[in-house]
C-alpha cells in the first residue's frame, strides 16, 4: 500500500467512502429521480429574468417555466439578521434553513459554513450514493463557496460530503500532479509549490479531504484535454456550464447543483455585465437541459429546479441601481421553476417562502429534510 492509499484508507475516505459508518444504518439504493439544482446566481431580479417581456433569460422564461411548475413569488423572509446576499442564499437553499450557518473563521470575512446538514449530507446519509454522484459546480473566484459540501457542528458532516468541481479544485489536482510527477525545470517547480501554497490559504480546510478517485480520473481527463497552461478552457459561468455537462456525462451525479454566480460582475457598475451574464446562464441551462433530455440516463428521470441565491436592490437613483446589500423588498424577491417527472404543470399564484425549496427536493428524492424550517411545496406534484 502506498502512501496515498494509506492515508486515505486511514481515513476511512477510500473507495469504500459509501459504506455504512459504526451504529449507522445500511442504507438503501437510490431509486429516485436525479436531481439538477441550478443556482440562477451572482443574485438577479425578477425585472431582468422572468418578466415576460423583459426577460433577458429567454429560455428559462419561454420554454423551461411551462415545462413544469412556474413559482414567480418566491421569498427570502425579512428576519433579523438575514442577508440577502450570495453564500446566505445558497445555505438558505441547501439547508431549508435561515441563518444556519457561521464564519468559517474570524481571519476571513465572507467564509461561512453550514451549522445544519445540507442536502447532500441527508441524500448521502439515505441512500448509498457514493460522493462522486452528489456534485457541487463552483465558480473559480469564489472560495468562500468551497465549504458548502459539508456541515460543522455535530450532524452529519464530512462523511456524506458531496465532491466539488471548480478551476479552483482542478488546480489543486494540477500543481499535485505537478510536484509528484517532478518532471518540469527546478524553477518552474518552485513556482508551482508556490501556486499550491497559495490556493491552499484560500481555504483553511484545505484540500482535505481528497477527492475520490472518480473525480480524480475526471480531473485527468480535463487536464489532457486543457493543458496545463489554464488557457484552453472557457471562463466564468461558461466554464461552469462547460464543468457540469462533463460531470453528467462522465460521473452521472444522481444529484448535482450548479452555481452560477456572474450576474453579481454588475457591483462594478456595468449593466450590460450583469444583463450579458444572466443571457450566458440561459444559454447554459440550454446546454445542461438538452443534454439531459437526449441522454437516457437522465431524460424522464431527471427534475431540475432554478432558483436564485438572492435578489438585487432596485434604486434607480443610486449609481449602480442594483446591489444587493441594502435589505431593500426587492433584493428578497427571487423565484422558482421546477419541471421534470412527478412535478406538476402550472403556476403558484402564492408567496413560498425560499426555506421550502430543500424540503421539496427532499421530497422528490424521497428523504425528509427533518431540521429544514420550511415545508415541501404544495401542488408542485403531481
Ligand atoms: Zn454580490
Given at each position: 500500500m502506498d502512501r496515498r492509499s494509506f492515508t486515505l484508507g486511514s481515513l476511512g475516505l477510500a473507495a469504500g467512502l459509501a459504506a455504512p459508518l459504526p451504529g449507522l444504518a445500511q442504507s438503501a439504493a437510490y431509486q429516485g429521480p436525479n436531481v439538477v439544482l441550478v443556482r440562477f446566481g451572482g443574485g438577479v431580479r425578477r425585472a431582468e429574468t422572468i418578466d415576460e417581456a423583459a426577460t433577458w433569460a429567454p429560455y428559462l422564461r419561454h420554454e423551461l417555466a411551462p415545462r413544469g411548475t412556474f413559482i414567480p413569488d418566491l421569498r427570502i423572509d425579512k428576519l433579523e439578521g438575514v442577508n440577502t446576499s450570495h453564500a446566505e442564499g445558497t445555505l438558505n437553499l441547501l439547508t431549508g434553513r435561515y441563518l444556519a450557518y457561521r464564519e468559517l473563521s474570524e481571519f476571513l470575512n465572507d467564509r461561512l459554513e453550514p451549522t445544519e446538514p445540507t442536502l447532500f449530507e441527508y441524500l448521502r446519509r439515505s441512500f448509498d450514493i457514493p460522493s462522486h454522484q452528489v456534485l457541487l459546480i463552483n465558480g473559480e473566484d469564489r472560495p468562500q463557496e468551497e465549504f458548502f459540501t459539508f456541515g460543522a457542528g455535530d450532524h452529519f458532516g464530512v462523511e456524506y460530503r458531496s465532491e466539488m468541481l471548480s478551476l479552483h479544485r482542478y488546480k489543486l489536482y494540477r500543481t499535485a500532479m505537478q510536484l509528484a510527477e517532478g518532471t518540469l525545470p527546478e524553477d518552474q517547480l518552485l513556482a508551482v509549490a508556490e501556486e499550491r501554497a497559495a490556493l491552499l490559504t484560500k481555504?483553511?480546510?484545505?484540500?482535505?479531504?481528497?477527492?475520490?478517485p472518480e473525480v480524480q480520473a475526471f480531473w485527468a481527463r480535463w487536464r489532457q484535454d486543457s493543458g496545463d497552461t489554464g488557457l484552453k478552457n472557457p471562463r466564468g459561468d461558461r466554464l461552469l456550464t462547460e464543468l457540469a455537462t462533463r460531470a453528467m456525462a462522465d460521473l452521472k451525479p444522481r444529484f448535482l447543483m450548479v452555481n452560477y454566480q456572474d450576474p453579481d460582475y454588475v457591483h462594478w457598475g456595468n449593466p450590460s455585465h450583469y444583463t450579458r451574464a444572466i443571457r450566458v446562464i440561459d444559454e447554459g441551462l440550454q446546454r445542461l437541459v438538452s443534454m439531459a433530455d437526449a441522454d437516457p440516463f437522465y431524460r424522464d428521470n431527471t427534475i431540475f429546479v432554478i432558483t436564485p441565491d438572492c435578489g438585487r436592490d432596485a434604486n434607480p437613483l443610486a449609481e449602480v441601481p442594483f446591489q444587493h446589500h441594502f435589505n431593500s423588498r426587492s433584493a428578497h424577491e427571487v423565484w422558482a421553476v421546477i419541471f421534470g417527472p412527478g412535478i406538476g404543470k402550472g403556476v403558484i399564484d402564492r408567496p413560498v417562502d425560499q426555506s421550502a425549496i430543500a424540503p421539496t427536493i427532499a421530497a422528490a428524492m424521497g428523504f425528509a429534510a427533518n431540521r429544514a424550517e420550511g415545508q415541501a411545496i404544495e401542488g408542485v406534484f403531481l
Open positions: 481555504d483553511p480546510r484545505g484540500a482535505t479531504p481528497d477527492p475520490s
